[in-house]
């Protein structure tokens, strides 16, 4: 079976799993390290501001088709600028989606372009990590966030697409955008088999390429 087919064919197991989680709260819902596991944090959470698209989209172009996420600078400035300038570096071409969960996958480690999937999820970009821009964004489907460590000031490169409701993020991860376009290919990429004892995808998925384009062109 080729891998296309191998992962449509995950995605039945993945509608069940995520009705298993919806119905089950111990469902594995946290992030991990620079994966995720953060806990509470005094931050200041910004309330009642709500999203404004920037200008540009970003198009996240991935073995399994695009994905077009708009961005927040209202909401999150820091880390939508920062997202833009690794972008319009080319920082992100070449990467893999190292988490695919029912309920999230995660990218944007530099440390994934090698063949050890062990130091994925520990990887930062050369820029200094960014203090937290909590939001009450809801994190629904397509939501899309900063990963950090159990340090609130450790966003750097590294993001996230929720792919369900997830209401114990909201006020502990910087949310920055959406996904306006190619949810469903972020859905198979969850759904893709995995190492055993492990969240990454095996055969990689690789993020090709990521580009800023108009908003207004989706």
């Not at 480690?109 to 909590?134: H, M």
């Amino acid at each position: 079976m080729t891998l296309r087919g191998m992962l449509k064919s995950r995605l039945t197991t993945t509608a069940l799993l995520l009705v298993c989680c919806a119905l089950a709260p111990a469902c594995g819902e946290e992030l991990q390290t620079k994966d995720f596991d953060a806990p509470e944090s005094n931050a200041e959470i910004k309330r009642g501001v709500k999203p404004e698209a920037d200008a540009e989209a970003a198009v996240v172009e991935t073995d399994f088709g695009p994905i077009v996420i708009e961005l927040y600078p209202n909401v999150a400035p820091r880390m939508v600028e920062r997202f833009k300038q690794l972008t319009r570096e080319g920082f992100y071409n070449g990467t893999a989606f190292h988490r695919a969960e029912p309920y999230v996958i995660q990218g944007g480690d530099p440390n994934s372009r090698d063949a050890d999937p062990r130091n994925d999820g520990t990887g930062n970009s050369s820029y200094p990590n960014l203090p937290p821009e909590f939001s009450d964004l809801p994190y629904q489907p397509g939501t899309v966030g900063a990963a950090r460590t159990a340090a609130p000031d450790t966003a750097n490169c590294q993001f996230f697409i929720t792919l369900r409701p997830m209401p114990q993020w909201e006020g502990r991860y910087t949310a920055f955008g959406r996904v306006i376009k190619g949810l469903d290919n972020a859905r198979v990429i969850s759904g893709a088999p995995t190492r055993p004892g492990s969240t990454s995808p095996d055969p990689k998925i690789n993020i090709r390429s990521v580009s800023l384009q108009p908003r207004q062109n989706f």
